[in-house]
């Protein structure tokens, strides 16, 4: 028994040792399989690596090839460069530059330093990734397996054309990158170095416009009795002329080509006020039209409107270039002089043409002297007695000249300023201070040339909208259904406010304000400013007022849009639909929702807001509330339409308004009752022309007790068949009513196809039926 198991033991571990063995032998063998398996897999890995270079080689070209815009960059670098170059020559040359080329230089900087910095960043964009393509050329070459070596690992030589060729593109490949890599970084230091010399005239520029702000009234040429009576050589009033006309030169072509974009929508919009007045002079000229209107002719506006169209561009223009240069507003408004002289050559009389012609040689003195006066005694004189003649002028028309375009005050004023100027002028030359002299007498002319040219503006623009509210009345069109004379009165109002606006833009642009008044008011408008938890700024609050003004302002001009004319008590006042009411609403909630969204309110405050409001509804703005939800309910439901004659408690009339708080009703006697919603939704209103406007009326009158009732009866009915206003489909009922001793009472009743002729319809007929009862000798009592 023993001996058994010992001998089962022993098979059982030969058979583990066995296994054992032959586990071992397998993985000898699998060991050696993947050692030979590898040398063959060799040259996939090599075809594998050979694409790869292949794919790099052709992603790298492809991008060179596309070119990183080289030229067009050194272009606008040259650009750049151009146009400061005469900066750093001014600096250069003259040291106490003014105060007006120190502003058109700095705008000049400011634009020169944002279009670097833009071509700084692209650079240094195409620099990196040139970098890196470099880097990716030298890690391929670099690639051992791609080298060229016969004791190399074994199938290397079956891909000898391919690796030459790959070797071919790989160098070419890095010498275009390296080229490129060297063209964009020759440009990026260039526009570095321009960058710092721009910002280098920037520190400058504005330490020179700080000093000229402290130094402002203070003495920086020779008094009058002390200056010289001659320039230098060097100084020749040519040379200062040539020298002055260059350097504007440059900054006017800068200016000229870089706000193309504001002009351009400058010039748009006169191009559609010329096509809108000479498609209505057009329109004029239609045979309907002229029968009504006859021959159209204004004082100011052409049927060509060429000249009135370039007056508009030019009295415009300053709204849309805030920013620029003096010498462009000069320029400005000598081409209004000129084509103001060109069309009103045969309005104005003799007197008033000589007057106009002398000042514009005056004010073309004043701009070219400005080029050439320095501190010499003859031509400050020549500046001053330009001056005096200006104050003569404004005194003699202070109190002569009256132009209907504008209000004696605005002229005034115009004319203080103009007086004031030129008074300034005189202080600041005699006391040493040629160029604040030169900027207030340019000022001050300016200031009354633009009165004229902003007086004839007004005037052509009111011309334009006579016409169209004309042409439009004869073409039952909106101006049709609007009062003339209140129309034109708001018209006028606005374009007041807009030439205000002009002229004190032009005022600061010549006194070199207007860029630090418009910073100091972008500043106060943007800050962030804190109420408790609540961020805002003033911008967000002006823009919250200016969106719900105009929402307010457009519902309430919405029936003229859908053609909604006022309604009148008159049976021809047609009825209209809720349309309105719901236009209405939807602006009103947009305006609220766009107001929010401007106010910048974050919606957690919102709801704080909201909760609030919320309280005070339960407060005290219940019937506010009711109202306004009863006017929706009023725009849906429609109870009753705009023109439709309704009854509430001890009111009748006809509605002419639906608000969305209360709406109005016009009573027959003239009177306007204005009815809260909330009435008119929750009382017993009866509406008498919902479906239609027929109404059933009575009359009773009394005839003597002997009288033929039969033959009153027939010739009641007779009467009530010719009458014209009576509903034909519904007889009249003719009834004895009541019968005392001596007399019948008789009631007639009839349908009347309109219920706003009742009462002239009754007046009517009784009459005709007192004068044909009379000819059949019955007797009324």
């Known amino acids: 028994m023993k001996f058994a198991v010992r001998k089962k033991y022993l098979f059982l571990s030969f058979i583990l040792s066995s296994l054992v063995f032959a586990s071992s032998f397998c993985k000898g063998q699998n060991t050696e399989n993947r050692t030979v398996d590898s040398a063959k897999t060799i040259p996939d890995t090599l075809l594998f690596k050979l694409q790869s270079a292949q794919s790099a080689i052709t992603e790298i070209n492809a991008v060179n090839k596309k070119g990183y815009d080289v030229e067009g960059i050194r272009r606008q670098i040259d650009a750049v460069k151009e146009n400061v170059n005469p900066l750093v020559k001014a600096f250069k040359a003259k040291d106490d530059l003014d105060t007006k080329n120190l502003l058109s230089f700095n705008l000049i900087l400011r634009d020169a330093d944002t279009k670097l910095k833009g071509i700084t960043a692209i650079l240094v964009q195409n620099s990196n990734a040139l970098q890196k393509m470099s880097d990716q050329v030298v890690s391929v070459s670099n690639d051992t397996l791609l080298k060229n070596d016969e004791k190399g690992l074994p199938g290397s030589k079956l891909y000898q054309p391919q690796i030459n060729e790959i070797k071919s593109r790989l160098q070419d490949a890095g010498q275009l990158t390296g080229k490129n890599l060297e063209q964009v970084n020759v440009l990026l230091a260039n526009a570095s170095a321009l960058n710092v010399m721009v910002n280098d005239l920037r520190a400058q520029t504005a330490e020179k416009l700080e000093l000229s702000g402290k130094l402002a009234l203070s003495k920086r040429d020779p008094y009058l009795w002390e200056a010289p009576l001659r320039n230098s050589a060097s100084n020749t009033t040519g040379n200062l002329i040539s020298a002055s006309y260059q350097g504007q030169q440059q900054i006017l072509k800068y200016f000229i080509h870089s706000t193309w974009d504001n002009r351009l929508l400058a010039i748009l919009i006169s191009i559609a006020f010329f096509v809108w007045v000479r498609r209505n002079f057009r329109n004029s000229k239609r045979a309907l039209v002229r029968r009504q209107l006859g021959e159209i002719k204004f004082e100011y506006l052409k049927p060509l409107p060429v000249f009135s169209t370039i007056i508009v561009l030019l009295n415009i223009t300053p709204l849309f270039e805030p920013d620029a240069p003096s010498l462009y507003i000069e320029l400005i408004q000598f081409l209004l002089l000129v084509l103001m002289t060109v069309h009103l050559w045969n309005v104005l009389e003799k007197k008033q043409l000589q007057f106009w012609i002398l000042l514009i040689a005056l004010y073309t003195v004043l701009i070219v002297g400005n080029a050439g006066v320095d501190d010499t005694i003859p031509f400050r004189l020549v500046l001053i007695a330009i001056n005096i003649f200006f104050i003569w002028i404004g005194i003699q028309l202070f109190n002569k000249v009256t132009f209907k375009e504008f209000s004696k005050k605005y002229v005034k004023a115009v004319l203080i300023v103009l007086l004031l100027m030129n008074v300034l002028a005189v202080l600041f030359n005699v006391f040493g201070r040629v160029d604040m002299a030169k900027v207030t007498s340019v000022t001050g002319v300016i200031g009354l040339i633009q009165l004229i040219g902003l007086s004839v503006f007004m005037q052509i623009m009111l011309d334009a909208l006579d016409l169209q509210m004309k042409i439009s009345a004869c073409n039952k069109g909106i101006f049709s259904r609007i009062n003339y004379n209140k129309a034109k009165e708001k018209f006028k109002k606005g374009l007041s406010f807009l030439c205000i606006l002009l002229w004190v833009m032009v005022l600061l642009i010549n006194l070199s304000l207007i860029g630090g008044l418009w910073s100091w008011l972008s500043e106060v408008l943007s800050k962030p400013r804190v109420f408790g938890s609540i961020h805002f700024s003033f911008g967000n609050i002006l823009f919250f007022v200016i969106i719900v003004y105009i929402a307010n302002k457009l519902q309430k ?66 019937n506010i509330v009711n109202n306004f939800v009863s006017g929706i309910i009023l725009i849906f439901e429609k109870p009753f339409r705009i023109g439709d004659y309704v009854e509430l408690a001890d009111k009748k009339g006809k509605v002419r308004d639906i608000g969305i708080r209360s709406s109005k009703l016009l009573t027959p006697q003239g009177s306007e009752v204005i009815i ?23 009359l009773i009158f009394k005839v003597s007790a002997d009288s033929d009732f039969e033959a009153i009866s027939k010739l009641i009915t007779s009467m009530l068949d010719e009458a014209d206003n009576t509903v034909k489909k519904l007889p009249p009922e003719v009834l004895l009513n009541n019968i005392t001793a001596d007399s019948l009472e008789i009631k007639v009743l009839l349908w009347i196809n309109n219920i706003y002729v009742e009462a002239e319809f009754k007046s009517q007929f009784l009459q005709q039926l007192v004068k044909k009862l009379k000819d059949a000798e019955v007797k009324i009592m």
């Open 557 to 622: 001009h919405v029936p003229l849009l859908f053609g909604e004319e006022r309604i009148t008590f008159n049976e021809g006042s047609g009825h209209k639909g809720s349309k309105v009411a719901l236009v209405r609403l939807v602006i009103i909630v947009a305006g609220v929702l766009l107001a929010v969204m401007a106010s910048g309110l974050p919606m957690d405050k919102l709801t704080v807001v909201l909760g609030a409001f919320g309280v005070g509804i339960g407060l005290g703005m219940q």
């Open 676 to 698: 809260p919603n909330g009435d008119l939704l929750s009382g017993r209103l009866v509406n008498w022309t919902l479906n239609n406007d027929f109404i059933k009326t009575e």
